[in-house]
């Protein structure tokens, strides 16, 4: 069984650019989750999709944030524009209950801003 | 709020020797307590997690943990390290009321000493 993928792996842009972050979660799994981790900071819940539903978005920052799941299967975060705060490593989870327990995380990507 | 504090940000340990990380939460009540690790270039992965019941439990790759209600704490252990456990640990809190967050630690880099 395929895991979660994100894509890219690494992304390095320059302020004021536009990234979109690609999260791929298992076939199946109606929650996915997108996390975020500042360097040397803890990992930090953003944005939580019940299918296509934006079930729970109270982590995202900013404005700057916008998350989608067309048809409830893959979601893209993209940022725009990108400011230097926004380096870091982007983590997409999914899973197939509400439960967190029986989630699984993808690898990150890792965003980093000049 | 919850938090999840890790006290130790690097933790040295010769191949062979016990190991232990620390992990204290603040939350009103007994959270779902949780460890994953995160090899280079991998995702997060679970090694184990409570809910309730015994204190005691056991993980994945010869992890255990226990939780200490009166001491707020869910320190994760090993009896013997191998190389291959060098990684960065995390811990995680979620409340127990379903589709809810992870709220992680700031998480231990775990470095192997032959």
């Known amino acids: 069984e395929a895991g979660v993928t994100q894509f890219p792996s690494h992304s390095v842009i320059e302020k004021g650019q536009t990234v979109t972050l690609r999260c791929d979660p298992i076939s199946g799994h109606d929650n996915l989750y997108w996390y975020r981790r500042v360097m040397g900071k803890e990992i930090k819940f953003l944005l939580h999709f019940v299918k296509e539903s934006k079930q729970d978005e109270s982590g995202m920052p900013n404005n700057r944030f916008l998350a989608e799941r067309t048809g409830g299967t893959y979601s893209t975060l993209k940022v725009q524009p990108a400011e230097l705060e926004d380096s870091g490593v982007y983590f997409c989870?999914?899973?197939?209950?509400?439960?967190?327990?029986?989630?699984?995380f993808g690898p990150g990507t890792r965003l980093t801003v000049l | 709020a919850q938090s999840v504090t890790q006290p130790d940000i690097h933790i040295t340990v010769s191949e062979g020797a016990s190991l232990e990380l620390r992990c204290n939460y603040s939350y009103g009540a007994t959270p779902y307590l949780f460890w994953y690790v995160q090899s280079p270039g991998q995702g997060l992965q679970l090694l184990l997690k409570?809910?309730?019941?015994?204190?005691l439990v056991q993980g994945i790759k010869g992890f255990e943990a226990e939780f200490k209600r009166s001491q707020s704490s869910f320190n994760l252990r090993k009896p013997s390290v191998h190389w291959s456990d060098a990684a960065e640990y995390f811990c995680?809190?979620?409340?127990?009321?379903?589709?809810?967050?992870?709220?992680f630690g700031t998480g231990t880099r775990l470095l192997v000493s032959p």
């Open positions: 409570y809910f309730s019941g015994d204190t």
């Open positions: 995680a809190v979620e409340k127990n009321t379903g589709f809810q967050k992870l709220v």
């Open positions: 989870a999914s899973s197939q209950e509400g439960r967190l327990a029986k989630e699984f």
